[in-house]
């Protein structure tokens, strides 16, 4: 019935880039190859005769779709996309090469779950990119709305989102949409909010409390609850001789026994400014890049 709809609203006797595109580079696929003998295999009096584009349509439904279980040991191979577009795999290969490079991630840092997911999700959105020049329609407004461009990302890096869109559009070799441009910005952005936890860039804090060992705990506590879904940070209570990126305590009695790049002196977390100032740090912090360790 799709099939029908959608060729009743075009010639097929026109020239449509995307089907040229897609002859140019998709045919050798295997899955392409088995959707086209199952569709003429299938043809009856009641579907759409002839035409290999009604093939291809098919194939990009489909392929729309996680075909590959992820427990595949294929997906996770390095360099395999579930595509065989050139351009579609060297957009997939900018947006992880980038937030790789600025987040210091490793292959093998990364949850297997996670790459066989967003291996199929990049493909499918840079797949749209190239077959329909950039109109992306098939997300609804509300879930876009919703989901993405309400998404809580604290510190959203647009910097490297808009980088990775702007060399997006000369691989594209078309100029996007606003639309379609924002959409892909927030997708991005996601896709950056979802892999940083992977990252070795963690922000360290030590806590020391001048009152007792069990203060301490509570103060550790109290940074995580307000810091740890927004940050990448490891904190506990600090130890003597260790160095921390942020060093959070009440006293400055004994801070020669700690190392530490800041320093921040809370009032015991009883105002909202200890809060506030503290995620200004933070916020500082995170934008550094460490040096990936050997």
Sequence with gaps: RILKTRILKQSLNDSSPILETFFDYQTEDSIYQIVRDAYFFSLSHSAVFGSPHNAIYLYLFISSMSIVPP????????????????KIIALNELVVSKVKSDYQLGQEKIDETFIANWKYYLTQIHGSLLYFRGSITFLEEKIISERLLK??????????????????????????????????????????????????????????????????????????TKFENHFFITCEI????????????????????????????????????DVSSLRELLAKHSQKNKPLEE
Excluded at 71 to 83: F, H, K, Q, R
Excluded at 259 to 268: C, K, P, Q
């Design 71 to 86: 427990d595949v040991a294929m997906i996770l191979e390095d360099g395999y996309w579930p595509t065989s577009n050139p």
């Design 151 to 224: 998404a809580t990302t604290f510190i959203p890096n647009f910097e490297l989102a808009n980088q990775i869109v702007d060399e997006g559009e000369i691989l594209v070799e078309k100029a996007l949409l606003d639309t379609t441009k924002q959409l892909v910005t927030r997708i991005y952005l996601y896709f950056i909010n979802q892999i940083k936890r992977f990252s070795t860039n963690q922000i360290t804090i030590g806590v020391h409390s001048s009152d007792d060992y069990l203060y301490s705990n509570i103060m550790v506590e109290m940074v995580k």
């Design 238 to 273: 600090a130890e003597f001789g260790k160095s921390y990126d942020i060093l959070v305590t009440n006293s400055t009695i004994s801070l020669c026994d700690f190392g530490y790049t800041d320093l921040y002196i809370t009032n015991n977390f009883k105002t909202n400014k």
